[in-house]
């Protein structure tokens, strides 16, 4: 699709740590370059654990150690020196990012946009001052000319918790690479020792939201039956601790594997028996995706979010956060038929190409420029 005048658009995102958003970003940055359009990156914690943007410009503000709150005043700074060089400000992380993108933005009178990547009323719940937030939200989100809503059931919980204006709010999914994904699975696993075994995985940052010590739980329950099967946990994050100190109690030290943050999760994926995503609310699930991709069998929670993704006993089955039973009954049954689990992991693959990212990324460079264009 050609417009007449490209703008120049800048991406705000927290940091350019280890992250299913980051990723995502990658993903649509190459895609809207690739189409001829100026685009940059600004990352309010001057962090670079990857290469993946290296060809992007990147600009910065504060270093990782530094709180983006109490460095508002500096952030803002640094904001009011890059803003002015572009058309297109879009903020593509929940709440501060995207409130420092509609106050930058609004104050040089650019278009703007914030992507809202979670089911907010779900993720407030879980952090510090959920009311005050609340109504930055519905603030905030007002403000900018569009939102960018990752799911439907985000769309949903936008109109009905914030009353953001329906008119401003588009519905894009992730987008997936199937090219990258083809070419990443080939690479070599960096614990091929380790994948000997069958292995079940996980991937996520660790935080509550993930449910990973539930994972732990789970993983116990089969451990002994099934002797041949170990567990990996991709991913990093607070709660890393607590999870090392559930393995030792569980005595699994020797069948679970924690390589915090991996670059190249594919290998891992392709080699894998099983991907277990047991979260307790997410705003898509990017790592279902990336698993669907490869054609991994999927257990999943049976979150409203997760069924825009997976149909139950057809491509991934889906169970009961409340009834751990459904999870374990549902793990032994992929372990156990082959023929059942590779009916999963075909259907799988057909299902995700609905996301590929000639298709996702036009849809959201269409969005970019039918509110640039007004």
Known sequence: MGYSVKPKILFIV???????AQKVLF??????KKQGYEVALFSIKKNMYHNWFEEFLIYGAINEQQSIATNIFVVLEKL????????????????FTNYLAV????MHNKTTLVSSRVVLSDHLQKIDYPSVNH?????????ADGVIALSKNVKKDLIEKYAIDTKKIFQVYNPVNFKRVEQLSQKDCKHETFFNRRVILSIGRMTEQKNHLFVLELFSHIADEYEDVNLCILGDGPLRESLLKKINKLSLENRVLLPGNVENIYPYLEKSELF?????YEGLGNSILEALSVGVPIVASNLEVIKELIENKKNGLLCELAQPETFIQAIKKILEDKSYAQILSNNGKISVQRFQISKIGEEFLRVINKVYNG
Do not use: R, W
């Open 14 to 20: 927290d940091t350019l740590a280890f992250g299913g």
């Open 27 to 32: 993903e649509q940055m190459k895609y809207i």
């Open 80 to 95: 009011k020196e890059v803003v002015p060089h572009f058309d297109v400000i879009i903020g593509f992380i929940d709440l």
């Open 103 to 106: 106050m930058s933005g609004k």
């Open 135 to 143: 109504e930055m939200i519905t603030y905030f989100y007002n403000q």
């Open 276 to 280: 277990l995503f047991p979260s307790l």
